[in-house]
């Protein structure tokens, strides 16, 4: 159909800018998804091929990984309970209302950009910071798939460098995805249709975040930055509109 075929274009280009930037993924697919479906079942269906996009980015940034436990330890040890109770609240709680938090999250972002693009987090702020983040980050992620936003704001802040931050962004969305795949199962969120569907779409986001990794290393950053804000502009008008209309 023409919604099946225009859901593969918009896992196709999120998973694009995923592979170059780091994030992306979910945080774009999951809105458009959303406004043909509910926020759950976009959430399943991404479930599998965003471990597969996860991984492939922290290989690939693997170098990126030294000097970030400071604030990677205290983050993944919170924010590990926090998906299982947030994944909980995905299967429970109204839709239109996870709908506007992942709006309201998204737009967020964008204003703290825009603002000020060159703020950074002092080492012992973004320490101290790690283990609130990770309980916000982990039950915003569980609940609604999205937590990039939060989570890269955060990080981003704390200027490590580009390798760094990917691996950053890719580790937590690595382990906070698992833990969200058990947890739906578990809650019996995967029928046979959703696990088929999740299973065609690690196609598109593995050819897509392949062909990212290589646009990547060519594209100036700084162009990719904006573009990603327009992008995340418009699936937040997108997501306000189909939840309050």
Known sequence: ???????????AGAYLIKGVTGIGGPLLAVPFIAGFASVE??????????LVSNGWLLWEHRSGGRGTGFVMTPFLIVGVPA???????????????????????????????????HFVLERETARRMAAPMGLVGGGLLGATGTAGPLIATYMHAIRLGRPSFIHMMSLTFQVFGVIQLV???VLGA???????????????????????IRVGRRLNQRVLEFLVLGLLGFAAARLLISALG
Not at 41 to 50: F, I, K, P
Not at 94 to 111: H, N, Q
Not at 195 to 209: H, R, Y
């Open 183 to 185: 947890t739906l199962v």
């Open 41 to 50: 079942l976009a959430v399943v269906v991404l479930s599998l091929g965003n």
């Open 1 to 11: 159909t023409t919604e099946a075929v225009l859901v593969i274009l918009v896992i």
């Open 83 to 117: 998906t299982i109770a947030g994944t909980w609240l995905l299967t429970e709680v109204d839709d239109r209302i996870l709908s506007v938090i992942v709006a309201v999250v998204i737009l967020g972002y964008i204003w703290r950009y825009l603002a000020d693009p």
């Open 190 to 212: 995967f029928t046979p249709e959703r696990t088929v569907q999740a299973l065609w779409a690690i196609v598109p986001v593995t050819v897509m975040t392949a062909i990212g």
